[in-house]
């Protein structure tokens, strides 16, 4: 199987699967919908029309036949994710940003070369840590900015503009996968230190609530504040 080992890429390609049941499970939601609907519109005709028996030979397979087609199509929540627009980037907030990326990348991985997906699943597991600490991020801050341009612009125009390549270009060993390979191991360690950033904004975060209690409490009840 062309999958990774670690335990990142085993939770991503759990989510994956369990995307895959949710997608199923909502097809055939929608066509059990759709056949109760075209049902009870040939019922209702009978009863208030003049629908004969053929009719009802021609028109029960028929919705049967609907129903079954609309198990083929996507329902919206299981279309495969896109890159990000470039307004995507800017009015997207951050975790959904994220998250979406997380899901793109995973969805392109079996086009990836193989000597690229140890970063691709770096990349993935990163993007898994930022999620729970980007909503504390402030607005217009230097840090969410770079991880807007980096999560929502350079990293998916790195890969569809290689995957845009001709097959021949694509080989496994050719310079064309070795660049992208050393490319997103750069984009996996910018990830590690923009971690390290948004857990230090958070730390910071934590640190202020704590100064403020133990100003706003603690001397009140002290002596002198009483």
Sequence with gaps: MRQLG????REASTRKLKRGAAEIFRRV???????????????????????????????????????????TFPTRAGRAPKAPTERDVTRIPLPI???????????????LPRAALPSAD???DRLRSLAPGLADIPDG????????????GHLPRLVDSYLALPPEARAPRSENSLRLTESLGAVAEELIRLCGEVDGCREASFAIEHRFIESRYRDDL???GR
Excluded: H, K, N, Y
Excluded at 6 to 9: D, V
Excluded at 44 to 69: K, N, Q
Excluded at 141 to 152: N, W
């Design 97 to 111: 940003l994220a998250e979406r990326c997380d899901r793109w990348l995973l969805d392109r991985c079996d086009e």
């Design 29 to 71: 939601r929608r066509a059990g919908l759709v056949f109760v609907v075209l049902l009870f519109a040939l019922i209702g005709a009978s009863v208030f029309g003049s629908v004969g028996f053929l009719t009802w030979l021609i028109a029960l397979p028929a919705i049967m036949l609907a129903a079954m087609l609309s198990m």
């Design 222 to 224: 002290s002596p002198g």
């Design 122 to 124: 770096l990349i993935v």
């Design 141 to 152: 801050s230097p840090l969410q900015g770079e991880i807007r341009r980096l999560v929502g």
């Design 6 to 9: 670690s335990r990142a890429a």
